[in-house]
């Protein structure tokens, strides 16, 4: 039966969430809590020589700064070990191995790197190192290219080659698969190790399908304390730890590295959350690069449907784990230019509104203090109503327009009160529906401003869909105008901090576009705006 060993790398693979920066007693305490655990490796961080020496941190230039930090600890692991990701820390920089206080490197490296990295895996056992190469992202590596790093590994013979499920891709049966070629490939006294990652919340069980593979080699399986480390974190090493005392005969002390957890790892968790999360599972339900899956979101206009598609569709292949940000902006513009030929659209809303008077509701702070005027307008006019992003609760609407994900979900809820079910949603090209059908859709490429800094300006782009529809009567409320010595909404929560710095730039241009580009319009304010030329009326006459 091959031999298993546990390797924790709560100080390397942990320091993505603190910027290795643990604090010199808590880099010692947990060190010597894994050793008191009884875990027979333990890395113990980065050699980086872009970065300067702290103490304090768990990320080194060179190897002499090793027993700087460790060298107080009582108690040392069987192995002790350092990474390196290849091509940030020069051969120069690392001591032989008998002159330090680490007793292996790990190298990791890409596919793409595979020829040169092996050779620093070579140069790296030559000073004494147990070394072991470390394959990211292994899941980018078709059978032939495992054979032929197996190839390279059998010249060299470093200690291990570990697989890297660098984006949390893998299922049991395929890293069966990938653990099986390189079974067969290896020299059987080069160990196989394997290091997870929770993106699919199989970081364990992934752990477990590794240890149970039949297998010519010894075994290193990775792990963390509570799963600490780069982004879904990884296999909690307490799990791993409690899994081979059971299922192997293996007595490591559990309750050392619970301690260990209790003592310092939930301080960085309460403060810095990894784990499970949409975000996360994103990346690797569509195995591609988070900075993709990041890009997209930050630009708070997509529905988390419309990202998995977009993600779905990058091309060519390759580029999703290799992050390249020209495709991600290329496919953004494309998708929120929309559907095209929205005519349809424009034909639909005309025959419902075009012989009608229109009231369009903003979400200004005097649609409440001036509503006495907009109930008599309503009363006195019979008009369609179409607010804009909300649903007032003062009265009955008959359309929301709606251009931003988030206040369309903020409003979702409204949407199946009684009193709002008879509500129709107009939408631009960028939302998906929560339920049933949008009423219409318009392309919102071409409602947009983009010579403006602030181009998708709801209110801007209904008026130019009236236009398109052929109305001719527009009333308006709630449309305050912006102000940088107030709040711009009635409810504090729609605020936008960024407007306010702009107000009266915005204003302006508000002012513009209204009076001179739709002129051929009659557009009416019943409530008090900026957006007129009168700007001085007190709120409390009115």
């Not at 008599?376 to 327009?401: L, R, T």
């Not at 557009?523 to 030329?533: A, K, W």
Request: proline share 3%.
């Amino acid at each position: 039966m091959e031999n298993i060993s546990l390797l924790d790398c709560t100080l390397r693979d942990g320091g993505y969430v603190n910027d290795w920066n643990f604090g010199h007693n808590k880099l010692i305490d947990i060190y010597e809590r894994l050793c008191d655990a009884g875990v027979d490796i333990v890395e113990i961080g980065f050699l980086d020589d872009r970065r300067p020496f702290d103490i304090n941190r768990s990320i080194m230039p060179d190897t002499s700064c090793v027993e700087k930090i460790y060298g107080t600890a009582k108690k040392r692991a069987p192995m002790t070990i350092a990474m390196i990701d290849y091509g940030t820390c020069d051969i120069k920089n690392l001591q032989r191995a008998e002159d330090t206080y680490i007793d292996g490197i790990r190298v990791i490296f890409k596919e793409y790197l595979m020829y040169d990295a092996m050779k620093f895996v070579a140069q790296v056992k030559a000073l004494g190192y147990k070394v072991c190469a470390q394959l990211v992202s292994v899941t980018t590596y078709t059978d032939d290219k495992l054979r032929e790093l197996a190839r390279l590994a059998n010249e060299v013979k470093p200690f291990a080659v570990g697989m890297v499920d660098t984006y949390g891709l893998l299922t049991p049966h395929h890293l069966e698969h990938i653990f099986s070629v390189l079974d067969d490939a290896l020299d059987p006294e080069i160990s196989i190790g394997y290091h997870a990652h929770n993106n699919f919340q199989l970081g364990f069980a992934n752990g477990m399908a590794f240890l149970e593979a039949p297998s010519h080699h010894n075994k290193l399986i990775d792990g963390s304390l509570f799963g600490m480390g780069k982004s879904a974190g990884n296999a909690p090493v307490e799990l791993l730890a409690m899994h081979l005392n059971e299922q192997y005969g293996k007595n490591y002390k559990v309750d050392s590295l619970l301690e260990a957890i209790d003592e310092t790892v939930m301080d960085y968790y309460r403060t810095s959350p990894w784990g499970y999360k949409m975000f996360f599972y994103l990346c690797a339900k569509n195995k591609c690069h988070p900075n993709y899956v990041n890009y997209f979101m930050k630009k708070n206009t997509l529905s988390i449907s419309n990202i998995d598609r977009m993600l779905r569709e990058i091309e060519p292949e390759p580029k999703k784990l290799l992050y390249d940000k020209g495709i991600a902006e290329s496919m953004f513009q494309e998708y929120m230019n929309g559907i095209g030929d929205d005519s349809d659209a424009v034909e639909k809303l005309g025959k419902v509104i075009a012989d009608r008077k229109v009231l369009i509701v903003g979400p200004g702070k005097n649609i409440q203090l001036q509503k006495v005027r907009v109930d008599n307008f309503i009363k006195e006019n019979d008009p369609v109503v179409i607010s804009i992003n909300y649903i007032p609760g003062a009265f009955n609407v008959d359309y929301v327009f709606t251009t931003k994900n988030s206040r369309y979900l903020q409003m979702s809820d409204s949407l199946h009160e009684i009193k709002n079910k008879d509500v129709k949603i107009i939408a631009t090209s960028n939302l998906s529906p929560v339920c049933g059908e949008f009423f219409c859709v318009f392309d919102r490429g071409k409602l947009l401003e983009p010579e403006e800094q602030f181009e998708d300006n709801s209110f801007l782009m209904l008026l130019k869909i009236l236009d398109r529809a052929g109305v001719k009567n527009v009333w308006c409320a709630g449309f305050d105008g912006y102000s940088n010595k107030e709040s711009n909404y009635y409810n504090p929560n729609m605020e936008y901090e960024f407007i306010k710095a702009a107000a009266n730039q915005l204003n302006r241009h508000m002012r513009k576009v209204i009076f001179e580009e739709h002129k051929h319009m009659n557009i009416e304010f019943i409530t008090f705006s900026h957006y007129t030329e009168v700007e001085d009326i007190n709120y409390a006459s009115i």
